[in-house]
């Protein structure tokens, strides 16, 4: 059988079906998912007989067995209200608000934790993920930071997940700019790791499969990064080494029929290695947002808005498209050194430029 939207008074009972299914031992879910799909609803699947339980593929005796578990049962009703206390939204599969862009995956969160508001994820979502290593280079830091700014004016949603490094830059970059930013967690939404990134958190939309409270383990990563990948129209790689959540990201992505992006690096150095690979196999070359907006056919970036800037300050700044070393910014806007490094200290002053790793990039 295929699925079906409960009627408006069915969805709370819906909800808490989902969450008991979401609660039970043996279920994870793509097993969850199979039966919402056989039986169409989650209740009806917690009411079914143990010979039609028997039927679906997929589950072996245990999990026919696990299926209407009590104690999960009185678990998801407690989820609920402490849900509702903490002023946290759960949606549920097959529910409104749920992200049609989740349908990409076999095994898609059968609840979600959601602590923000969400912005829409139909099947083709207008987002971009954008991941890489907890311990990048400066100039892999401010060229994501410039990638996020530019693509939130162009009301493209950002996804990362919330991690130091790539992750925090491009968060931080999208909501400077203005932007809309989600990170996907790898424990409760209430429970922000790293705790540096508590204050950050409550600045944009966080989610979560589970529950509140929920630590962080080392094996929640890998499965959260599919729904970075899945929220997705295409996923950015900007450093992360060969066996690197970012390259999980990627993987997921092509699983889910999105687009990978990739940045070039420095050869040699291990946080390209992933990158690197990624291109050898098809990724898109991407220096800026426009590389994105290009594949994707979602128009051209939008410039920065800044105050009105005296005119060799104008020409350094409209030539920092990407992180530039000195020498190929001065070729770039065509100034004398002692013009050049004039102009840029006065938009340093401004806060409209920054140095960092020998280069210089946009604010």
Request: hydrophobic content about 45%; proline content about 8%.
């Amino acid at each position: 059988m295929t699925s079906s939207q409960p009627a408006p008074g069915d969805r709370t009972a819906e909800l808490l079906a989902l969450l008991t299914l979401r609660f039970t031992p043996q279920l994870g879910p793509r097993r969850i998912e199979a039966l919402r799909r056989h039986f169409g609803t989650a209740r009806q699947a917690l009411s079914a007989p143990l010979g039609a339980l028997r039927a679906v593929p997929g589950l072996d005796a245990r999990s026919v067995a696990a299926v209407g578990n009590e104690k999960a049962a009185a678990q998801a009703r407690t989820e609920l209200d402490r849900a509702a206390e903490a002023g946290v939204t759960v949606l549920g599969r097959g529910l409104d608000g749920y992200p049609a862009a989740l349908d990409a995956l076999g095994d898609p969160p059968p609840v979600l934790w959601v602590s923000g508001p969400l912005p829409g994820f139909p099947a083709v979502p207008r987002a971009v993920g954008i991941v890489g290593t907890r311990a990048a280079s400066p100039h892999a830091l401010a060229l994501a930071r410039q990638i996020a700014s530019d693509l939130a004016r162009a009301d493209v949603v950002v996804v990362s997940g919330l991690a130091r490094g790539i992750d925090t830059a491009a968060h931080t970059a999208t909501l400077d700019a203005g932007g809309q930013t989600v990170g996907v967690l790898g424990s409760g939404v209430n429970h922000i790791y790293p705790g540096e990134n508590a204050p950050l958190s409550r600045r944009m939309t966080v989610v979560s499969e589970y529950a509140l409270g929920t630590p962080p383990a080392q094996h929640h990563f890998p499965t959260r990064n599919r729904v970075i990948a899945a929220l997705s129209a295409g996923s950015l790689v900007v450093e992360g080494e060969l066996k690197s959540g970012s390259m999980i990201t990627a993987t997921h992505a092509l699983e889910c029929g999105r687009t990978v992006f990739a940045v070039p690096g420095r050869a040699g150095d291990p946080r390209a290695a992933g990158p690197h690979r990624l291109l050898r196999e098809g990724a898109v070359l991407t220096e800026s947002a426009q590389d994105i907006l290009d594949e994707l056919g979602w128009g051209t970036v939008t410039a920065a808005p800044r105050p009105d800037l005296p005119p060799e300050q104008e020409r350094v700044y409209a030539a920092l498209t990407t992180p530039m070393t000195l020498d190929d910014l001065q070729a770039a806007c065509g100034l004398a050194l002692p013009e050049l490094q004039t102009a840029l200290l006065m938009l340093q002053l401004q806060g409209l430029v920054e140095e960092t790793g020998g280069r210089w990039a946009r604010r």
